[in-house]
């Protein structure tokens, strides 16, 4: 918890928030009005969806998944990585269910299923909850009852990206399996792309809930919006994570399940 907390406070818009709130306490002085004006500044640009819509253009490189792509690459199955558990759902048996972002994955994931027959691997074991809870489990039974997508395999143990990669690849190698379909969000697409090489697969990415978007831009893209923020944050999570798994870091089991 406490490694999700230092995140939510070192990367923006929160820690442009803290930097605009200390120059206003010492606004007396030339140095904390900059630094007031700045934070407040950056706050806004990073609320106008039309500033972070280029962001992503920027960030998410990997384009589509295409017929052509697929042809060629010849893939053995599909993984759909895990994206996080909702918890505090007293609508559903056990209070706990997959996050939103988690069942956007599983959607394009049990739609390529189905397109390209392939068999499924679901990744996720859930960093956050009980322990006889992970998001594997969750993310089979919807695959199941309300995607009607049998699920394969299940890898119920990682607790960050590059475990998701590594364990996969341990499950997956026993059925001689080295060409796969990768599904997340196009987002952390760059880095999940990343440590499943690492790990020795030869990835096919499929990226899918692109933030960045071409084109012209609407009138609402001008306006402030929360959801701009939320997806600023996300971004700057990525290149943060793929800053530390450039390094090196965060690749082995042993590392806190930081990203």
Not at 68 to 91: C, H, N, R, W, Y
Not at 173 to 191: C, E, F, K, S, W
Not at 206 to 214: D, E
């Amino acid at each position: 918890m406490l490694v999700y907390a230092l995140q939510a406070l070192l990367l923006p818009p929160v820690s442009l928030l803290v930097l605009a709130l200390v120059g206003l306490v010492y606004g007396n002085r030339k140095w904390g009005r900059n630094m007031a004006l700045t934070g407040l500044i950056l706050l806004w640009l990073l609320s106008l969806p039309v500033v972070v819509n280029r962001l992503g253009l920027w960030w998410e490189r990997v384009p589509p998944v295409t017929a052509e792509a697929v042809a060629a690459s010849k893939p053995q199955a599909l993984v759909v990585i895990g994206g996080g558990l909702q918890f505090d759902t007293p609508e559903y048996p056990g209070q706990i269910t997959l996050h939103p972002r988690n069942l956007l994955r599983l959607r394009y994931a049990a739609k390529l299923a189905w397109d390209l027959g392939l068999p499924v691997l679901v990744s996720g074991g859930g960093a956050l909850a009980p322990d006889d809870v992970a998001e594997a489990d969750l993310m089979a039974a919807i695959l199941d009852h309300e995607f009607k997508t049998p699920v394969a395999w299940q890898e119920r143990d990682s607790r960050n990206t590059a475990e998701n990669a590594g364990f996969s690849r341990e499950l997956l190698r026993q059925y001689g399996i080295d060409n796969i379909v990768l599904v997340t969000q196009a987002y952390h697409m760059p880095r999940a792309l990343m440590a499943f090489r690492n790990a020795g697969f030869n990835v096919l990415p499929a990226p899918t809930v692109f933030i960045g978007r071409s084109g012209d831009s609407r009138f609402l893209d001008w306006l402030p919006s929360p959801s701009a923020w939320a997806n600023v944050f996300l971004l700057a999570h990525e290149a943060v994570g793929m800053v530390w798994y450039g390094m090196g870091l965060g690749m082995g089991r042993d590392v806190a399940p930081f990203i």
